[in-house]
């Protein structure tokens, strides 16, 4: 009887493994999938590496390095690396941004708290980046969710 409630467990475990795998195989794969964290003297990176699961927000860093002012605003998308491939994490139903105008000058560097309350928590173990357009080019920070 030890041994059938045991197989049962472990069949249990694993089939809740594979159905997590699968959600993530699902999600809609993301049309850019080399972004740079770096160009043309713009830097975009996470605050730290790792953040946990239920964390509600994580923070990103702007840096301009170029020598001229560059604009960016609040709306950014969350990508996770799903088998080599960056897959889009979709939003909660009603998440919305406000629609302002930032701007960073030259040899400045903003910090900016991102949302994940935005998303359905808690967020699976992965490799994730957020995606912003800052001085019109797409920029990618990549963490790690442990």
Same mark, same amino acid.
């Given at each position: 009887m030890k041994k059938q409630a045991l197989f049962f467990f472990l069949a249990l !475990?694993? #089939?809740?493994? &594979? !159905?997590?795998?699968? =959600?993530?195989?699902? +999600?809609?794969e993301a049309e850019t999938? %080399? +972004? @740079? %964290?770096?160009?043309? /003297?713009?830097? $975009?990176? &996470? #605050?730290?590496? $790792?953040?946990? @699961?239920?964390a509600e927000k994580m923070t990103i860093l702007i840096e301009n390095k170029s020598e001229q002012e560059v604009v960016y605003g609040k709306h950014f998308t969350m990508e996770k690396k799903v088998g080599g491939v960056w897959r889009m994490?979709?939003?909660?139903? #009603?998440? &919305?941004?406000?629609?302002?105008? +930032?701007?960073? %000058?030259? #040899?400045? $560097?903003?910090?900016? =708290?991102? @949302?994940?309350? +935005?998303?359905? @928590?808690?967020? %699976?173990? /992965?490799?994730y980046r957020i995606v912003k357009k800052i001085g019109g080019q797409s920029l990618a920070a990549d963490f790690i969710i442990e």
């Amino acid at each position: 009887m030890k041994k059938q409630a045991l197989f049962f467990f472990l069949a249990l !475990c694993f #089939g809740l493994t &594979a !159905c997590k795998e699968n =959600a993530d195989q699902q +999600l809609e794969e993301a049309e850019t999938q %080399s +972004l @740079p %964290s770096e160009q043309n /003297g713009v830097s $975009m990176e &996470a #605050g730290q590496k $790792m953040y946990a @699961p239920d964390a509600e927000k994580m923070t990103i860093l702007i840096e301009n390095k170029s020598e001229q002012e560059v604009v960016y605003g609040k709306h950014f998308t969350m990508e996770k690396k799903v088998g080599g491939v960056w897959r889009m994490v979709p939003f909660k139903d #009603g998440a &919305a941004f406000v629609e302002i105008a +930032l701007f960073i %000058s030259p #040899g400045e $560097m903003e910090t900016e =708290a991102i @949302p994940l309350y +935005l998303f359905h @928590p808690p967020l %699976s173990e /992965g490799t994730y980046r957020i995606v912003k357009k800052i001085g019109g080019q797409s920029l990618a920070a990549d963490f790690i969710i442990e």
